[in-house]
């Protein structure tokens, strides 16, 4: 019974944009109307200082339990709210993808003035592509942008899913009035530089009719009302199943900033955005109300404290109630985990967590047990999958200048490996490692990562190979027949398995030709 109600009673979502869409005003006013911080420019200033330090995680130290601000909770309306911020930089988009997968919905921040970038383009394909029900908002609207048609009809072209705006916005820029409710037919007017968390000051305008409106308004809302029309004619009905299943988006305008239209973001979280679902592990499917506990990581953070080289596993709740001190078996290895200094994210607090359910993310700190993609169970033998690891794009050698740290060189490459920061190969021939990344800033992030916190001067250089596929087969003796007979492209990444390197694309297709019994994937789910 407990169970039931605490799992329908979570809601956990990303908030995703493009970088400067206005992603963490967003995030922090979500947390002021929440309640759950009460000085706007925290969660900015966190954001100023983890840019500070190259833009990994900003650090906070209290007995020797460090939480991170890429994810917190807050409750709202009866309703608990775990909210997951994802690195903006496309380079660090794997990453996206795996906090992608550890949650039920995702906030989608368009900035009205660029409209859909790559950004948001691709981490959307990702919510696509796993069904995952999004949440427009269309920011800055204080600001000259573009038209509200415009953007709508671009987000439903880019996106390919149909959009039902919820509000639509009365002018911008300097002439931005308000926007109109379309659910509850109401207008609420906009003040600038609101800073008050309360919605109850906005004016809200039930007839619109009135002339005394119409002269104050003037052409805006002229303008607004034929589009709404318009609008009203073409989009489709609000469907809570299309929008469950990622095929339809509801559209909201506002200004974060101006703590304007947030309130509305919040309410549909609460309203419309699913409670944690069904999970699919290799043996099975995992209800989320099932009373044993099962989760999975999903980020490996490294720690805050060098000294101890300790790390956070983020742990995505699949199922049960955490308890803790309860003892927790990794399915990969079989080991059990201690859980007596499990951390919870509540905003701005700071404590240990005594109980979480499905849809919860728990930080459990260790010194390398966890490793991304994870089961933790309390006993039973289940995987989840979907965690994705994405072929690399760039091939990189490492050379250390001081051939007496290699020692170092390896234990800094295996953990950064292990954190998902950097994928790292062993070749099958030679003892030179391969790095591979997505994105170009990943190494700049490793080699400063192994010079300051494992002493390591470190240098890359391109490597021949520009690509690599996992390779798999039915028959194991037919892998090690395709091993044996190419043991130059041959190497494992971080949990042994083995990929096929190629310079050209051609090259793996010949392989592919000639070896129909192995199976090349651009993509490794699972631990
Ligand atoms: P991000 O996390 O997506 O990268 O975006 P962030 O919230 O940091 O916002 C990017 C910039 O956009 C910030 O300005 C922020 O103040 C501004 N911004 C956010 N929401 C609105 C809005 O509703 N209207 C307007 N006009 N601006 C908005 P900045 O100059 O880069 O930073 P700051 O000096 O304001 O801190």
Redesign the pocket.
Known sequence: MTIDHEVKRRRTFAII????????????KLLLFAGAIHIAGSV?AR??SRHATSDWMEIEKQRGISVASSVMQMEYRGCVINLLDTP?HQDFSEDTYRVLTAVDAALM?I?AANGVESQTLRLLQVCRARNTPIITFV?????EVREPLDLIDEIERTLGMDVVPFTWPVGSGKRFHGVYDLRHELMRVFRPGMDHAEQKDTTIITDLGDPAVTKRFGANLEQARQEIDLIKGAAPEFDQAAFLAGQQTPVFF?????N?GVQEVLDTLVDLAPPPGTRKAIQREILPTENKFSGVVFKIQANMNPAHRDRIAFVRICSGEFRRGMSLKVVRSGKDVRTSTVVSFLSQRRELLETAYAGDIIGIPNHGTLQLADTLTEGDNLQFTGLPFFAPEIFQTVEIADPLRSKQLKLGLTQLGEEGAIQVFRPHLGSILLLGAVGQLQFEVVTHRLKHEYGVEARVAPAKYQLARWVTAEMPRELQRFIDANTHRIAYDAVDAPTFLASFSAEISVAEENWPGIRFHKMREHA
Do not use: Y
């Open positions: 944009s493009h970088p400067d869409a206005g992603k963490t005003t967003l995030t922090e900015k954001k100023a903006g921040v900035d920011n800055k609207l204080d600001r506002g200004s974060a900033i101006n304007f």
